[in-house]
């Protein structure tokens, strides 16, 4: 039995028994090298860190010390008054700020993960105050969580561009923004078709002008962070990796100098939490990258290359098999090992059918991050439900327009390659 075979059976049992993804991986792989006795075990120690050994990899951990900076510095709470004072008072207003607050979030902590656990915890809190029904106000944070990976800065993409040569950390930022803002606009459809049913309804209190300009003035040096980074990576002033950093700086002095709400004590907690979270993300790319290179030494990617190209399928056809393979297969699986196994087997193939890298990138990464909220494995369903006490059973039916909200995304995002390509290309970007 070759050792591809065994390493795709030994990660399906690994899965189906609820070992955790990073360490699945890693045992699926040692379970190959041991079994076939191909190649010795040093291999995986070996490939581990030659998959975490990347200076584009470093923006990772500071992107991830941003955010946790600008939440540590009450940005949450100045996100919120800012999405509120424009649609709080509306039928269905707090839905509305749960969505416009979680997409403002998404582009600074580029996870959907910190966007449920943070502004969507307390947009569930509020929600639910305010009359609406707690599974629903979970539903909807959820829903809106996954546009984290898909507005800049994302990790996913950061990942993404690492594995795929054709496409760059840029280029994919840039792309993410008609897609991020498409999803949330999808989100608010489906927020005002239910708040009419159900007749959920806004505060009722329309905020002054002189209101209005004293929050954005506030709000106004957090929602600067995503511009700060695209427009200095596309000025040339400081590459992705260096933006990061650049990003911590910044994090740091609005903290502390201009809301002036975080204290230094606090801060090695989020050191703390910070190296956590990158910790359990470079174990995931890590184990990804061993796995993957069992994949390719036994020429895995080359075989289902050949295969598909064998079948002459059209672009479009193509992309077709490819979103209801990778909707499937998002389900059991998270979006960062998803992008390093996939990604290099599939990414080729799309290229030679004629598909655009960076359209193909988009789809790619919206299908895989689908998967955190569909059942029965998909992790932020766990977080959400966890910060919400919402048992899991009555989160899934509430999520169900959602999901068909997103399916509808997906489309327009697969057949309407110039929603993701327009705007990299007006700004330079091949």
């Keep these: 039995m070759s050792a591809s075979l065994i390493l795709l059976i030994a990660a399906c049992v690994y899965l189906a028994i609820g070992v955790p993804v990073a360490f699945a991986l890693g045992l699926s792989t040692i379970t190959a090298l041991l079994v076939s006795g191909s190649f010795p075990l040093i291999v995986l120690l070996k490939e581990t860190f030659t998959g975490i050994d990347s200076f584009p990899l470093m923006a990772v ?27 709080g008072h509306r039928r269905g207003g707090l839905g509305y700020t749960n969505v416009v607050s979680l997409t403002f979030f998404s582009g600074i902590s580029g996870s959907a993960l910190a966007d449920a656990a943070g502004p969507g915890a307390m947009m569930i809190r509020m929600m639910d105050k305010a009359g609406y029904s707690r599974s629903y106000a ?36 840039v792309a993410g923004l008609v897609p991020g803002v498409l999803i949330a606009v999808a989100m608010c459809v489906v927020n ?17 002008r002189d209101e209005i300009i004293r929050t954005t003035w506030m709000a106004m040096p957090a929602i600067l962070l995503p511009v700060l980074i695209l427009g200095g990576m596309r000025a ?135 998967g955190m909220i569909t059942p029965p494995v998909g992790g932020l369903l766990f977080v959400t439900s966890n910060v919400s006490r919402v048992p899991l059973s009555d989160l899934t039916r509430e999520l169900k327009p959602f999901l068909w909200a997103h399916g509808l995304v997906l489309v327009l995002l697969t057949f309407v390659p110039w929603l993701s390509t327009w705007l990299p290309r007006a700004m330079g970007y091949k």
């Excluded at 991830?64 to 100045?78: D, H, K, P, R, Y």
């Excluded at 809106?144 to 994919?172: E, F, K, N, W």
């Excluded at 990804?288 to 390719?296: E, R």
């Design 61 to 87: 951990p500071f992107f991830i010390l941003a955010a946790e900076l600008m939440s540590g510095g009450s940005l949450t709470e100045v996100l919120l008054k800012f999405a509120g004072q424009f649609v």
């Design 138 to 173: 979970a539903a909807l944070t959820a829903a809106t969580a996954i546009v984290g990976p898909i507005i800049p800065p994302s990790i996913i993409m950061i990942i993404y561009a690492l594995a795929d040569d054709r496409v760059s950390v840029g280029a994919l930022f």
């Design 192 to 208: 005002w078709k239910v708040s009419r049913e159900r007749n959920y309804k806004g505060d009722g209190e329309h905020p002054t």
């Design 236 to 370: 040339g002033w400081f590459t992705p990796t260096e933006s990061s950093v650049v990003a911590v700086f910044y994090a740091l002095l609005c903290g502390k100098y201009v809301y002036r709400t975080l204290e230094w004590k606090a801060v090695p907690n989020i050191l703390s939490r910070s190296a956590l979270l990158t910790a359990s993300v470079l174990m995931i790319i890590g184990m990804s990258a061993s796995f993957a290179w069992v994949l390719t030494i036994e020429g895995v990617p080359q075989i289902v290359a050949n295969w598909i190209v064998d079948l002459n399928l059209n672009a479009w056809t193509f992309l077709i098999v490819v979103n209801v393979f990778l909707l499937l297969f998002g389900i059991f699986i998270e979006p960062l090992p998803g992008v390093m196994v996939l990604v290099p087997i599939l990414a080729p193939v799309a290229a030679k059918v004629g598909v655009d890298p960076i359209h193909f990138a988009m789809v790619v990464i919206y299908n895989l991050t689908l």
